[in-house]
């Protein structure tokens, strides 16, 4: 498959190229060239396969050129043997609602599903060509701890994780900084998620600092994360499996997870809505409602991991929607820069075909957990709440399948808030609590942390 960026038509792209520079040179997203879509006799063959099977039939397709189908069977299994649920997901009845629990991996969060993949990737990608690489993210909290624990130990690597400092939850900066492996760094920036995303943007900007160093990404723009999302989607269809096309609520940040489920629908899964749920930073569900993608300044919530002004990959919708006009979408994204961007009328009904969205507030996520505990008898993390509260706002519950996006252990705090109750790690996690703690703190300036990330190398 061929790849392209948002921003560019003319030049072509392999899924090696799109994999390993994450962000493309002219600062688009990278995107297949073109999708096929799969046959109701393709779909009827994909249904019932193990997860496993299932997720090679989804993304061989998009990285063919990459490594062979067998190669990409044994390392998606290899990627998923430290889960703590056989299936990889699980999908469970909460009332008329069907949860898709997607953190039994071993940082708790969704965004292991992905990124074990990637880490085999990497490590594939190494094996065969010996160049040694630094990757750097931006973490809210989640992807951090996901990315190290797919990185660590590797040769040929470094990852190079930034945080804002004391803006996440001590399990979430646990799950990153215990681990002893000489190729993780962690570093606590001075200052919000936004901010370690600039950071990051800059530096990969910085080609002669990105190539010095032999820079990649792992961030949720790297089109290779997207795909493997899209497996659950799949899977989740069928194992509901009424024949009845079903409506996802996302819990959504960075928009990646949620374009996850809208490659699926453009793959020809039976999806009818993609419910868009914010907590109050909010910009997403004033775009999809209203078309005011006006950005505000990020507010702390408590649910952090969603904590986020710009959604990066909204581009890609957005490049879907000027019909894949690469001209038109640099236009947009210039005048989202300068922020005087309006989704206009037409663009918003093409949107509003596959897309709603809600928004809630800090009491009515803490309401959420609150209600569910007392009617199901069951904890919900407040990521989670969020996809719920807003399902139940817009009357959607039939047919709706919601992603529940990280274990309550991970956000103490708001689970005391609603429920005055402590949900304790899975057992085979304590070990975190009594580990050793490592990380650098360092101020919101671009050159110190170039300097220190050079000097770690
Ligand atoms: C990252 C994250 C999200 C948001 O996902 P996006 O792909 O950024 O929209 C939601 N919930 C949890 C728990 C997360 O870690």
Redesign the pocket.
């Known amino acids: 498959m061929n790849y392209i960026s948002t921003r560019d038509s003319q030049k072509i792209f392999t899924f090696k190229d799109a994999f390993l520079k994450g962000l493309a040179d002219d600062g688009g997203l990278f995107v297949p060239q073109s999708l096929k879509k799969f046959k109701k006799e393709e779909l009827d063959r994909l249904n019932g396969l193990s997860y496993n099977d299932l997720a090679a039939e989804i993304i061989y397709p998009f990285i063919g050129d990459f490594m062979q189908k067998d190669e990409l069977i044994s390392l998606i299994s290899k990627s998923y043997s430290n889960f703590r649920s056989s299936d990889i997901v699980k999908i469970s009845d909460l009332g008329d609602l069907k949860i898709l629990e997607l953190f039994h991996g071993p940082t708790l969060?969704?965004?292991d599903i992905a990124m074990q993949v990637i880490g085999n990737l990497f490590q594939y990608h190494l094996e065969n060509d010996q160049k040694k690489i630094n990757i750097l993210v931006a973490t809210?909290?989640?992807?951090g701890a996901a990315a190290i624990d797919a990185l660590r130990g590797k040769s040929n690597l470094n990852v190079f994780v930034l945080h804002p400092n004391n803006r996440i939850s001590p399990v979430q900066r646990k799950l990153m900084t215990i681990h002893d492996e000489k190729n993780v760094f962690n570093i606590a920036i001075e200052g919000n998620f936004d901010d370690c995303q600039n950071l990051v943007k800059a530096m990969f900007n910085d080609k002669k600092f990105s190539k010095t160093i032999n820079m990649s990404g792992v961030n949720?723009i790297n089109w290779a994360r997207i795909i493997v999302q899209t497996v659950y989607y799949f899977y989740a269809y069928f194992k509901v499996g009424n024949d009845k096309p079903l409506s996802f609520s996302?819990?959504?940040?960075?928009?990646?997870?949620?374009y996850a489920g809208y490659l699926g629908k453009k793959l020809g899964l039976p999806i009818d809505k993609l419910i868009v749920a914010t907590n109050k930073n909010d910009i997403l569900h004033r775009a999809i409602s209203v078309g005011d993608y006006s950005q505000k300044k990020v507010e702390e919530t408590n649910s952090p991991?969603?904590d986020?002004q710009i959604a990066s990959n909204f581009e890609r919708l957005l490049h879907n929607v000027k019909n894949c006009n690469s001209e038109v979408t640099k236009k947009v994204m210039s005048e989202i820069k300068k922020n005087t961007y309006k989704i206009d009328k037409n663009d918003l009904n093409e949107i509003k075909k596959d897309f709603v969205s809600e928004t809630l507030d800090e009491n009515e996520t803490l309401k959420v957990i609150k209600t569910i505990n007392e009617k199901h008898h069951r904890v919900v993390?407040p990521?989670t709440a969020v996809g719920i509260g807003a399902v139940k706002k817009l009357g959607l519950e039939k047919n709706c399948v919601v992603l529940s996006?990280?274990h309550p252990c991970k956000f103490p705090q708001a689970i005391e808030d609603a429920i005055s109750k402590t949900e304790n790690l899975p057992g085979s996690l304590n070990y975190v609590n009594y580990k050793k703690e490592k990380f650098e703190v360092l101020p919101n300036d671009i050159e110190k942390v170039k300097d220190y990330v050079l000097n770690s190398i």
């Open positions: 969060a969704f965004k809210s909290g989640d992807t949720s996302v819990p959504t940040g960075n928009f990646g997870d949620i991991s969603m986020i993390d990521h996006t990280a």
